[in-house]
């Protein structure tokens, strides 16, 4: 791992930490959290595989039941499959139920119910996946892949959002169902997230091919671009977490943090956009926090 990546797993430890010290959380902040990332993921999640739903409108899907115009059936069942899919993984953490086979095909017959005849159930026939480096394992071969890899899982031997970026690549390229792999494999990685101690992650679509690219390199031996990415978005779900704290953990946008610094916008977004500021992106801006200036300043400025 490079230095900005010892970095970055710094920053997340340390964040956990401070989230440790703030829990129990009040329980009004719990359910609003839980409403937001259950938004988040859901939309980013579908989008990443092509569902046409906006934010907005998936928002009015969710909680309104409305039918939007011009989009298909599918779409509709996949925004709510996913949030039913989101809200049974927030339960299995809370209860440590163990990442197992059955445990697995549960979240995939919410996800995929009423879209596919074998919701819930391993692939019996060979699948390519279209720009991948290798296929998938014949389907013979699943049930002692996912074997493997359950047994990887709990032996503990990496750091929590290291093996998290492994289980999630893992299982990706074992694609044990004939679809909808990608969003089970983005759940269960929250679900492994969350059994540890971690807040759950958002997958943003706007990244969705530098997402695939870093796929594609694990793929050919090198799981490093793919741990890094998990791990940015890990560390922006610890500050979204952390923000309900207030104060110097209070997300704020770069423009405003820089009037009280001695430091310009352009070159606090220069610094976030090279990952020597704790920054994460809102949005289409840049927002940071009054302690990610602190350490910032400490390490590489000037006060």
């Known amino acids: 791992m490079s230095a900005d990546d010892t970095q970055l797993m710094e920053w997340i430890e ?23 990332m259950r938004l988040l993921h859901t939309y980013n999640s579908n989008a990443i595989e092509g569902n046409t739903l906006t934010l907005s409108e998936t928002r009015l899907v969710l909680d309104e039941g409305i039918t939007i115009g011009g989009k298909t059936l599918r779409e509709h069942l996949e925004a709510t ?27 995939h017959e919410i996800v995929t119910r009423g879209i596919l005849e074998s919701a819930g159930r391993y692939r019996t026939r060979n699948v390519r996946i279209t720009g991948a480096a290798r296929s998938p394992p014949d389907w013979s071969r699943v049930v002692r892949e996912m074997d493997d890899m ?41 679900l492994y997230l969350m059994r540890n101690g971690y807040p759950p992650m ?8 530098q997402y695939y690219r870093a796929l594609r390199e694990a793929d050919n031996g090198n799981p490093v671009p793919f741990t890094r990415f998990i791990a940015r978005a890990e560390n922006d779900a610890l500050s979204r977490y952390l923000a309900v704290a207030g ?37 289409d801006t840049w927002h940071s926090t ?3 200036l602190d350490v910032y300043i400490h390490e590489h400025g000037r006060k």
């Open 14 to 36: 340390k964040k956990r930490e401070r989230l440790d010290t703030l829990r129990p959380l009040d329980s009004d902040v719990i359910e609003k959290l839980h409403e937001e």
């Open 81 to 107: 499959n996913t949030a039913a899919g989101y809200d049974l993984i927030v339960q299995l953490a809370r209860e440590q139920v163990k990442i197992d086979h059955v445990a697995i095909q549960q979240i």
């Open 150 to 190: 359950i047994a990887e899982m709990a032996t503990k031997d990496r750091p929590v959002v290291e093996m998290a970026a492994y289980l999630h690549h893992r299982f990706v390229a074992i694609h044990p169902f004939v679809d909808g792999n990608g969003r089970v494999a983005r759940l269960l990685t929250n």
């Open 247 to 283: 104060g110097k953990e209070e997300l704020v946008p770069l423009k405003d943090l820089a009037a009280g610094s001695p430091y310009s916008q352009e070159y606090l977004s220069l610094a976030a956009r090279r990952g020597l500021l704790d920054a994460t992106k809102i949005g």
């Open 202 to 209: 958002v997958l943003d679509q706007k990244n969705r091919q």
């Open 290 to 292: 009054r302690q990610a």
